[in-house]
């Protein structure tokens, strides 16, 4: 337990005797998928950690929401973007992010075994297309595959995308297999590690709520 500190904001619910879900969990639910897709938590210095998350420089877009929700989870922390050939990485410093992120362990995540806590999963369940798109966000994407048809003589050009998920942890991969069926997305699996979004009810729905990186 760590006494509240002149700036309550900065406190964590968490450990600290404060309301026990984060303050924004709709924001935490798209952290944790940005986490379990490209983030780590590192020690910095003795009880101190920064978590870190790869963004590429392709999706300025998504740096900032990355950054937005980063800071919306750790107010009182400041937020720093480090760059580096193709990426920027998001990072922050907090004595908590273990709290927040009890998934953080030695090696990698596909390595070890992912399970949410109860209180991760309630906060899922009650914003899964925010965790959805944390997901896809950092670890899937949108494509559009496209062919062409000879109709009454005329060649046209059929467009048909899809939304892919790439992630070596069979955990994660049920982690978001569960999100998608409880939102109602039709999935598949490619292989072991990939998945695909391609039924056209199922794209509209990821259209709707995720849509194409930016
Ligand atoms: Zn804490």
């Not at 002149?6 to 309301?19: E, I, K």
């Not at 908590?96 to 998934?103: K, R, Y």
């Not at 899809?162 to 955990?171: K, W």
Request: glycine share 8%.
């Amino acid at each position: 337990m760590e006494p509240l500190g002149r700036n309550h904001a900065s406190a964590c619910p968490r450990c600290c005797d404060l309301p026990r879900d984060p303050e924004n969990p709709a924001a935490y639910a798209y952290l944790l998928g940005l986490y379990l897709g490209d983030g780590c938590i590192s020690s910095a210095r003795r009880g101190v950690y920064f978590l870190r998350i790869a963004c590429a420089d392709a999706w300025p877009g998504l740096i900032d929401a990355c950054a937005d929700a980063v800071q919306i989870i750790r107010p009182g922390n400041k937020v720093f973007r480090v760059q580096r050939q193709g990426c920027q990485y998001v990072t922050c410093h907090s004595k908590h992010w273990p709290c927040f992120f009890p998934q953080h362990g030695p090696g990698k995540k596909h390595e070890r075994k992912i399970a949410l806590e109860a209180w991760q999963q309630k906060i899922v369940d009650d914003y899964p297309w925010e965790f959805v798109r944390g997901l896809i966000h950092s670890d899937g994407c949108r494509i559009t595959n496209w062919t062409t048809r000879r109709v009454n003589g005329e060649l046209r050009r059929y467009e048909y995308p899809r939304y892919f998920f790439t992630n070596l942890s069979a955990d994660i991969m049920g982690l978001f297999t569960t999100a998608l069926d409880l939102v109602g997305v039709e999935w598949r699996m490619a292989n072991s590690r990939n998945l695909s979004v391609a039924r056209r009810a199922s794209v509209a729905l990821m259209d709707a709520h995720v849509g194409p990186k930016y």
